[in-house]
């Protein structure tokens, strides 16, 4: 049987990691036949990824820094001159200061609260601008959320904000570029053992916690976050847009812990 992505290309911005998100939604989509384009912030970081983008058989593997024009606009003309068109756009990344992920959410600084808007949603909303002309009557963009954006989660803070910021762009995103074939969706995985995840003050509690106390006995598994961008970005997926698509194990539909954890 032909995958899923078939003759499909998509740009996947995040992979940091074997055990990142981004990098388990590469490995789906790959493996449902699409061709990848990935891309990683510096020299440092392109050390790991250029490796896992060589396992995938990534067909452009570009340097791009969200908070640098220059650089988007290279990783585009890049795209544009060596494929022609974009099927699928996958935005995995987010930012804030970790010693602000600590303490009191009141004692946010001005500094980082502009930031962490900037990177974790305005870099979505100007990343879909750039792929928007190279979907021409067709494609789907993904972005990644979590459930700190309506919920009040330990440590979480500024980046709760930036989240709903972000989930909030994807409905517009939806609205604006649904006549033009384009839909717009985000998935909110729960905690995940990642880089982005450690960073968290108390990961390690939250995770056990969810684990413990998801109807499925699990959190998610970066299979099973892949999968479901696969499936979005596939035909399957074709009347789905504007949604925030949780893939937590059920632990988003509980009121209270289960009564053996209260």
Request: net charge negative; hydrophobic share 40%; glycine share 10%.
């Amino acid at each position: 049987m032909p995958g899923l992505l078939e003759n499909r290309r998509g740009l996947i911005i995040g992979v940091a990691n074997e055990r990142s998100i981004a990098c388990g939604i590469a490995r789906s989509m790959h493996a449902e036949g699409a061709s990848l384009a990935l891309t990683y912030q510096n020299e440092q970081l392109g050390r790991r990824v250029i490796p896992i983008a060589e396992t995938l058989g990534a067909d452009i593997v570009e340097c791009a820094d969200l908070e640098d024009s220059t650089s988007l606009d290279r990783l585009f003309a890049c795209i544009e001159s060596q494929w022609g068109a974009l099927d699928f756009l996958v935005h995995s990344v987010a930012y804030s200061d970790r010693d602000e992920l600590n303490g009191r959410f009141i004692d946010t600084s001005e500094e980082n609260f502009r930031r962490s808007l900037s990177v974790s949603c305005y870099s979505f909303i100007d990343i879909a601008r750039r792929a928007r002309p190279l979907m021409a009557g067709h494609g789907c963009m993904l972005t990644l959320t979590f459930q700190g954006s309506n919920r009040v989660t330990p440590f979480y803070n500024v980046m709760g904000i930036a989240k709903a910021a972000l989930e909030s762009t994807v409905r517009y995103l939806a609205n604006d570029l649904g006549r033009e074939g384009i839909r717009v969706n985000a998935i909110s995985p729960g905690p995940m053992k990642t880089i982005a995840g450690a960073a968290i003050g108390g990961a390690r509690k939250t995770y056990r916690h969810t684990e413990a106390n998801a109807p499925m006995g699990s959190n998610a598994s970066l299979e099973a976050i892949g999968g479901t961008a696969a499936y979005l970005a596939s035909d399957y997926g074709a009347c789905t847009t504007g949604e925030i698509i949780t893939v937590d194990g059920g632990f988003h539909i509980l009121g209270m812990p289960r009564a053996d954890q209260i």
